[in-house]
């Protein structure tokens, strides 16, 4: 009988354990949507997250740290800088980050102060100092770098390798160099086969600064690396080192025999930047690599040629063979050539033959809606006034694609004849009436061509003031930032009125556009005068719909060239990753468009309904930015620039360490990548499958 008793106690204290949990884990919910309700709208004033900073459970902390590293609010540095001595590791390494995402915004004796703490009180008993490190390089000053190199760098054995190199590299990628650490990268080369590609891409940021240009001999040692990303690095700082005598033999061979197509693309740009006229053994290369059966390959040796140092008067057989397979792949009178590859080949003659590069009257116009543009293009870039008629009809098209080809072919065309009075009135009467239209695009361009000061004239300032007057947000987000960057460039104080009312705007990217232009067309400070916590246009806080998606989502994405397999991460961005999964599932949005940006060895970029890039899903994102980085294979999504994130994504083929903290991350490409080399600009987009959502 005295079990019964003890059954009974058992069974209470395991319904108040379950109760216990239910609650806390009910708690725990409602403290994470209170820090994502904050983080998008971007507000901090009612002190809700920062005493989250402080709550008992560490991964609370975490998220309340790291949503700063999105909102980007200065006057929070004082909190973070204290979250560096929380007891978990993973709420310092969070406020590392945030840190190094909102230094930068800091006046210089302020950074000079936090980076000082940082160093040399902070760097000791950090329980992360590589991401500390690291961080430090996306803010500090010279004066930072070089304590750096003291406390860091210069000591030996090397505590922190990984974090040091990426400072050094972060301070590069912002042009602050010194020889303290340049050293310690190369002597990070001296055994060749254990250096990491992140020392080599260090190195490439930094360039030809005399040190790095004495070692190149050794350096080409690199080229025998079994690292890909090794070899790729060092093609680049290969090109920039320009040494002669070093480096053209080993960019040859990379260039043309390198098992990796990267590296292949960073070498022919960078065999570009050496004397090409005079090297037959160079030449042959890039007429070779421009039938390269690889699409990526033959783009990159063809639009690489504009760098070159090749030039119409040339007729000596070399360079003058390269220009006949220019023109024979320019015109494509067989179409046995992909359509990026005959497009780069005009617009590279074009741009190196100019006014007689289609003197025999041009390739034929195609049907092809981007290739019809970009040879409008090309026309323009040739600087024939003879061109002036065929782009004047070209504005007039139905197509906007076509129609911005073509004023973007007028503004190279006005630029190239700028004593041309008669020229520059028909160019600037066109782009003044593609101002009006109502498309997006459109708009944008020709405020582009516009800004130009070959086109000055007292019309252009009412013109662009009205065409800003009639875009709405958020769909004409893009056209707006030209049109405010084309008032900032015309020092026309009658711009001052209307930028004040965009000054107040509740977008926070056109209000800071608004305060550069005024900055730039008064010298006085308007930054300071922007809104510090605009209201959002789009918010959608479906935090049921949230919780039922699995941390890791199932993705595929089925394209024209194979099916490439994903994941999507909830917790690097949930609203961006519902989104997405929304527009996927319930809309079937990506259904049939297209990629409309490929560039080798950067990304493959899709997404927009328009497929030019000016398009979007009628609403934007705010920014979410992770402690993820983008490396090969990695998901992020464009925008044009903080907060104005959209449908459009892309995938990364490489490392590129200088998108970390600068784009949204959702995720990365598990399976087929070779599917994602194979894309080219206009391949389709089949679907978006997002597997195991109801």
């Not at 025998?224 to 690095?233: E, G, I, K, S, Y």
């Not at 007689?356 to 019809?372: E, I, M, V």
């Not at 026309?379 to 911005?404: H, I, K, Q, W």
């Not at 990364?652 to 959702?666: A, F, K, M």
Request: proline share 5%; aromatic share 8%; with cysteine.
């Amino acid at each position: 009988m005295r079990t019964l008793p003890l059954l009974l106690f058992l069974c209470l204290c395991s319904s108040v354990n379950a109760q216990d949990e239910v609650e806390a884990a009910r708690k725990y919910r409602e403290k994470v949507e209170a820090i994502l309700r904050i983080q998008d709208r971007r507000t901090t004033h009612d002190g809700k997250l920062v005493s989250l900073l402080s709550d008992s459970d560490p991964l609370i902390r975490e998220r309340a740290v790291r949503a700063f590293a999105s909102i980007q609010d200065t006057q929070a540095i004082p909190l973070l800088t204290g979250r560096l001595a929380d007891p978990d590791w993973r709420v310092q390494e969070a406020a590392a980050f945030a840190i190094g995402q909102t230094a930068i915004a800091l006046s210089q004796e302020a950074r000079m102060r936090l980076e000082n703490d940082l160093i040399w009180k902070r760097l000791p008993d950090s329980r992360v100092p590589e991401r500390l490190l690291e961080e430090i390089g996306k803010f500090g000053t010279e004066e930072g770098l070089n304590d750096i190199m003291i406390r860091s760098g210069n000591i030996y054995p090397d505590r922190h390798p990984e974090g040091t190199t990426l400072c050094i590299a972060r301070y590069a990628i912002r042009g602050i160099v010194n020889a303290d650490a340049i050293r310690y990268l190369l002597r990070r080369t001296r055994q060749v086969e254990s250096t990491p590609w992140q020392v080599v891409y260090a190195l490439q940021r930094i360039g030809d600064d005399p040190e790095i240009v004495n070692d190149i001999e050794f350096l080409v040692l690199l080229r025998q690396h079994t690292d890909p990303l090794v070899r790729m690095n060092l093609a680049a700082l290969l090109g920039k080192a320009k040494n002669d005598r070093v480096a053209v033999e080993p960019l040859r061979r990379m260039a043309e025999f390198d098992a990796d197509w990267r590296v292949r693309v960073n070498a022919l740009k960078s065999l570009a930047l050496y004397p090409l006229r005079k090297e037959p053994g160079s030449l042959l290369i890039f007429r070779r690599a421009f039938y390269d059966p690889d699409v990526q390959i033959a783009t990159t040796a063809l639009s690489a040629l504009r760098t070159s140092d090749l030039i119409a008067a040339d007729t000596s057989s070399d360079p003058e063979n390269v220009f006949r397979h220019l023109r024979y792949l320019a015109y494509n009178a067989s179409g046995d050539f992909a359509w990026p590859v005959q497009s780069e080949a005009a617009q590279t003659l074009a741009a190196i033959v100019g006014r007689n590069a289609f003197a025999d009257g041009g390739p034929r116009l195609p049907s092809h809606r981007h290739l019809y543009a970009d040879l409008l293009r090309a026309y323009g870039a040739t600087g024939d006034p003879a061109t002036l008629p065929l782009l004047m009809r070209a504005v007039e098209d139905s197509d906007p694609v076509r129609v911005c080809g073509a004023l973007e072919g007028l503004g190279s065309l006005a630029r190239t004849n700028r004593s041309d009075t008669t020229l520059l009135s028909s160019a600037r009467s066109a782009a003044l009436r593609a101002l009006e239209s109502r498309d997006v695009a459109v708009t944008g361009t020709a405020a582009g061509v516009l800004s130009d000061s070959t086109l000055r004239h007292p019309t252009v300032v009412p013109a662009l003031i009205a065409a800003l007057d009639a875009q709405r947000l958020p769909d004409d987000l893009e056209s707006m930032l030209e049109i405010i960057a084309a008032l900032g460039s015309w020092g026309d104080t009658r711009a001052v009125l209307p930028l004040l009312d965009q000054l107040r705007q509740r977008d926070r990217t056109i209000a800071v556009a608004a305060a550069r232009a005024l900055t730039r067309l008064t010298g006085a400070d308007y930054l300071s005068r922007v809104p510090a916590d605009p209201e959002p246009f789009f918010t959608d806080f479906d935090f049921p719909y949230l919780s039922s998606l699995p941390e890791t989502l199932q993705v595929t994405i089925e394209t024209a060239r194979g099916e490439v397999a994903a994941e999507f991460y909830k917790s690097a961005a949930p609203f961006t990753v519902m989104a997405l999964v929304k527009l996927s599932q319930q809309r079937g949005y990506f259904r049939g468009l297209t990629f409309h940006r490929v560039v080798p060895n950067f990304v493959s970029q899709g997404g927009c309904p328009r497929g030019d890039g000016w398009g979007g899903p009628g609403f934007t994102l705010r920014s979410e930015f992770s402690l993820m980085r983008y490396e090969e294979g990695t998901i992020g999504i464009a925008s044009a620039g903080k907060d104005t994130e959209g449908s459009q994504f892309f995938v990364t083929h490489s490392p590129q360490p200088h998108l970390d903290g600068r784009y949204t991350i959702v995720g990365r490409v598990v399976q087929g990548m070779d599917v994602v080399r194979a894309i080219q600009r206009d391949d389709r987009i089949f679907d978006v499958k997002i597997s195991g959502i109801n």
